[in-house]
Every structure is written in C-alpha cells, then in structure tokens.
C-alpha cells in the first residue's frame, strides 16, 4: 500500500477549464493502491456493481443511499456525514466517481458530494464503457473500510435549483435547457417506457427551454466528454449559451442533467449553472404551470 497522499490531477484533461475533476482509466489503474483514493461506483442500473466493479471500489446506491425514505429529497447533512463515515471517506479523500450509461448518475452523485462541501471529488472520464473496452480488471469483492469522523458543509444551494428559481428564470428570460429526448420535449413521451413512475400529468418542456440531449456532450463509442471546441460549439455556436448567463438544466429527476451541468460547471466554465432536480415530475405535474410542446 502506498503512502496515503492526494494524487496528482490527470494532465491528460488540461483543454478543459477546471481539468483537475476528471481522470483516465489509467489513471485509476495506476492509484488503485493509493490509501487516499475512494472508486465510488454509482449505476443507473444498481445490479451492475455484483457483477463486477473496478477492484476497491464501493457502491452508492441512488435509490437507498443517497436519497430520503420519506420526503422527495436527498439525504441531509448529517445522513451524508453517516454515509461517509461509513464508509471511511475523509474530507481529505480523494473520492472518484464513475458508472454506467456515460457516467450520468456518477455526475449526480458529484453534485451532490459538491452541494456537501467534498473538495477533491473526480469522475472517471467514460466510465464502467471504457473501463469494459479496454479490458481491465473487475472484482465481486466487497471492500470494507475503518469508519472516519466526517464534516459536511452547506448543503450548496447556489448549484441547486427550486421551483422559484425556474419561475424566475422565465420571467428574466434567461437560459434553461432541457436534456432530455426529443420525444419527451415535445410532449410526445409522457415517461421514459423503463420509468413509469417518473412521468407527469402532462407532456412538453418548460417555455423557452432549448432542447439539447445530454447525451450530445459524449462520444458514442466509449462514454467520454467531447472535446473542449466540440462542446463549445454545442452550447455556445449552436445554441447561444453564454458564459456570463445564468444557466438552469432539468431532465426528469435531475440525474441526465446534472450530466449537463457538469459540463457547462467544470468542463467549460460556465460560473452560474444550476441543476433542477425536481425537474419534468415537479412542472409537469404542478398545477397552473406554463407549458409548451
């Protein structure tokens, strides 16, 4: 086991603006003896850790780990300080996240480990895919780790956005973007067909929302981000995102588009992003909301 101290940044990411949050799967493969290196696996689909996961590497679970029993909300302070602790992350820690279906509830769990102050969080750059294709290492076994005393800050409410803060977008007339399928911005899909119980009462987008699927921002062969100009030209070229705006994406939950957010936070920089994570099952069913399809 080698000395526990914070590894280096990835130098394999300096395009981006903020390179430090993303690493290679080489560059797991090469810490996954450091002691100060958490793996946090984080699926779509919660089976897939039993299966195999990167040699190390824990499971948060979305839907038993991360979220309230009771209320639609995540955990509080102190729930994420008893999951840390758990499982022995410090705040010192250098915790990578990465999953299936391009990394998309690994940047979930990011926001959240930002919403709670954690400062050295990283995403593996394409996930369980990459990881697959080049065919590296799986293990069944279940890591157990001495618990630590862990202090949460916040929660970040400057990177999380409410109900309000959409309705005042709209009346600043500012940017929102909508991640999801184009079947779901027109109205067409009420649901996603393997999520019934996150539909709505009504179909469409948010008025004056753009239409740019979060999956846009990955390459279909291996998960990864695009590169920096690629992305540019999606958000800013394409469609007329500045980085001096404030900017709020949703989805269905908040999972694909905190993908986005990721993006435009770290990737591009973008200084004033917020996530909707009550997103299309909040509006869609609120009554008296403005829709459009």
Not at 130 to 139: A, L, T
Not at 197 to 206: F, L, N, T, V
């Amino acid at each position: 086991m080698v000395e526990a101290t914070a590894p280096a940044a990835d130098p394999k990411f300096g395009e981006y603006e903020h390179p430090e949050v993303l690493v290679s799967t080489e560059w797991v493969s090469e810490n996954l003896d450091n002691a100060n290196v958490r793996l946090v696996e984080a699926d779509e689909d919660v089976l897939l850790y039993d299966v195999g996961h990167i040699p190390g590497a824990i499971k948060l679970d979305w839907h038993t780990d991360l979220q309230d029993p009771i209320r639609r909300d995540f955990l509080d302070k102190e729930g994420f300080e008893r999951l840390m602790s758990q499982h022995g992350i410090a705040n010192e820690t250098t915790v990578v996240l990465y999953g299936d279906k391009n990394n998309w509830y690994a940047t979930y769990t990011f926001w959240l480990f930002k919403m709670f102050g954690h400062r050295d969080v990283r995403v593996m750059d394409g996930g369980r895919t990459k990881w697959e294709k080049e065919g590296r290492q799986w293990s069944r076994e279940v890591p157990q780790h001495a618990p630590t005393t862990y202090t949460a800050s916040g929660p970040d409410l400057a990177i999380r956005a409410f109900r309000r803060d959409v309705e005042r977008q709209l009346e600043e007339h500012q940017p929102l973007i909508d991640v999801r399928s184009p079947g779901e911005y027109s109205g067409e899909l009420l649901h996603m067909v393997d999520y019934p119980q996150e539909g709505a009462q009504r179909g469409g987008h948010i008025p004056t929302a753009k239409s740019i699927p979060w999956g846009t921002a990955a390459n279909a062969e291996d998960g990864t981000f695009k590169n920096r100009s690629e992305l540019e030209q999606i958000y800013r070229e394409r469609n007329q995102i500045e980085p001096e705006q404030p900017v709020i994406s949703y989805c269905r939950i908040g999972e694909r588009s905190s993908h986005t957010w990721f993006v435009l936070k770290y990737l591009l920089g973008y200084p004033n992003v917020k996530n909707y994570d009550g997103s299309w099952t909040e509006w869609g069913n609120l009554v008296g909301a403005p829709i459009e399809k």
